[in-house]
């Protein structure tokens, strides 16, 4: 008899727990990825609380020893916490929902929380095992630094509510308020006084101006949007408002943070241009502008990216689609791609240097400005000339600047009459003022009697002047000239230009000024008199 009464007691309790089990868990209400979620929300509400309800949507065969209302409450602070706004209508009802994959899985935010999706098991739809393992972990991360034990401090419920809000929650708004401004107003003082101080006592006072107190702004405000995005989870605000208002927080925070890199590369750009400027070659100076622009745009393209995926776009699909409309781009922009390249070429090949005289087709001035597109040369006519890379890549460039001696060519001429003697005096002379000259190159001149023409003797002046600008080059050709004109005068030798003599030949009652030829045998003997015979072996 006790046997039935045992086995009358087991069958009651269990027919009583299944009664329970259908009042308390619906029929179908884990039958689809929709029924499911709505179990999951409606369950957990402020108002209709019931976690153990909720937790029934987790996979039984993975919470065997764990607390599974614990794991589904912090599953909904994590949610709500991010601002995840679910909407019940666009989930799927069909029992046998698939996704991209081909797989009976749902997602409830794939972007921001993979980690977080159902699976179909036993014709049920439940919190995967995944879900379930990472919860812990994800609330972590939602609720960082140990915030996430104000959860269980903070109240969950209020018996009252204004405008939507609990008084504890305006006491919290009201204190972070307060705290955001503090912070504020902490850091201004650091960098308007204590830091910019620092520095203007040091003599830094123009960089601190210019370069250290615009970053100081951004930094505040990235201080302060951090605060929020870390505190504002706890405050358990309404989902709706919860949903747009941490988007806004996770879009400001790269936004600041890119607008400081970005003035962090103005005073990076500043200090590479000083340590150019302590060096010999003008290289670096070229380099430095352009390696300060490829950063400026390297950062605002991260930042734009980040600010994307922070409100949630799909960066992936975007890119690609950047990919496809970089590749119809580069074709649309052969030349200014051409022209960035040249530009590489240029600063590697070292063709040139900013200050350097150069001469490449009808170009001819001096390089100012080496940049992504183009190079700015100023003409001798102060005027300035740009030239695409491309373009400048491919011709041939002379560089003046480049020149260890700079060439200084000239003929000098005399008049026919100057007797031979005068004439090697004279080219000694020449070559001993090109001796003494401090700027000339002794190693490699040529100054030689070489031409007789129409009407002078001609004196080749060829020699190399060791300077290295184009003033200086002028400077030491006015010395080398004037010292030409003062020797002339020394020696008595004229300097020949351009005339015409007409002789009379035959003039009545004048001696004939035609001239009389010797005979064949007197020039035979004068040509023997003036080479005079070899030293017989």
């Known amino acids: 008899m006790r046997y039935f009464l045992i086995l009358f007691i087991f069958f009651a309790n269990s027919a009583f727990s299944q009664n329970e089990d259908t009042k308390t868990l619906p029929p179908n209400s884990l039958a689809s990825p929709k029924a499911t979620v709505n179990t999951f929300l409606q369950n957990l509400q402020e108002d209709d609380f019931h976690p153990e309800i909720a937790a029934k949507t987790l996979n039984p065969e993975y919470i065997k020893g764990k607390d599974g209302e614990l794991i589904i409450t912090q599953l909904k602070q994590v949610l709500d916490g991010a601002g995840v706004l679910i909407d019940i ?32 098991s036993n014709d049920k739809w439940y919190f995967s095992k995944k879900t379930i393992n990472k919860t812990t972990e994800l609330h972590r991360q939602v609720y960082p630094f140990g915030t996430h034990k104000l ?42 006084w204590v830091f910019y101080q620092f520095l203007k006592n040091r003599g830094y006072g123009n960089i601190a101006h210019d370069y250290i107190l615009p970053v100081a702004k951004p930094f505040s405000l990235l201080i302060i949007v951090g605060i929020l995005i870390i505190l504002v989870p706890v405050l358990q605000l309404p989902i709706s408002f919860n949903h747009y208002f941490i988007l806004i927080l996770n879009a400001l925070l790269p936004l600041f943070g890119t607008i400081m890199v970005y003035k962090i590369v103005d005073i990076l750009g500043e200090y590479m241009l000083k340590k150019a400027a302590q060096t010999e070659t003008t290289m670096d100076d070229q380099i430095v502008p352009i390696l300060k622009r490829v950063l400026k745009i390297f950062v605002i393209i991260i930042g734009f990216l980040y600010i994307l995926n922070n409100l949630r776009f799909d960066i992936t699909a975007l890119l690609a689609g950047i990919s496809i409309g970089g590749l119809a781009f580069a074709l649309a922009a052969q030349d200014t791609i051409k022209n960035f390249f040249g530009s590489l070429m240029i600063l590697f090949d070292k063709p040139f240097q900013i200050g350097d005289w150069v001469t490449a087709g009808d170009i001819d001035g001096t390089v100012e400005e080496v940049g992504f597109r183009s190079t700015r040369v100023r003409t001798f006519r102060n005027s300035l000339i740009t030239v695409p890379n491309g373009k400048l890549a491919d011709m041939a460039v002379d560089n003046h600047g480049l020149r260890k001696y700079r060439r200084f060519y000239t003929t000098i001429t005399i008049t026919y009459d100057t007797p031979t003697h005068l004439i090697e005096a004279f080219t000694d002379g020449l070559k001993k003022i090109i001796e003494e000259h401090p700027k000339t190159w002794k190693d490699f001149y040529h100054i030689y009697f070489n031409n007789m023409s129409a009407y002078s003797l001609d004196i080749m002046f060829y020699v190399f002047l060791d300077v290295p600008t184009w003033g200086e080059e002028l400077k030491y050709k006015e010395e080398l000239l004037l010292s030409i004109m003062k020797l002339a005068k020394q020696l008595g030798i004229n300097f020949a230009f351009p005339t015409q003599t007409l002789h009379m030949e035959n003039f009545p009652g004048q001696p004939s000024l035609s001239p009389e030829y010797q005979e064949k045998s007197q020039v035979s003997e004068k040509l023997k008199n003036f080479f005079p015979p070899s030293n017989p072996k």
């Not at 996704?99 to 980690?115: A, G, H, T, V, W």
């Not at 903070?154 to 008084?167: D, F, N, S, Y």
Request: glycine residues 2%; hydrophobic residues 45%.
């Open 89 to 120: 209508d666009e989930i799927p009802e069909n029992p046998n929902y698939t996704d991209s994959s081909n797989l009976k899985r749902y997602y409830l935010s794939e972007i921001e929380f993979p980690q977080i999706y159902l699976e179909k």
């Open 151 to 192: 959860m269980n401090i903070l109240p969950k419920m209020g018996t009252q509510k204004i405008l939507g809000l609990h008084a504890w929650q305006y006491i919290s708004i009201l204190i972070l308020i307060l705290i955001c401004v503090l912070i504020h107003k902490i850091l201004s003082w650091f960098f308007d």
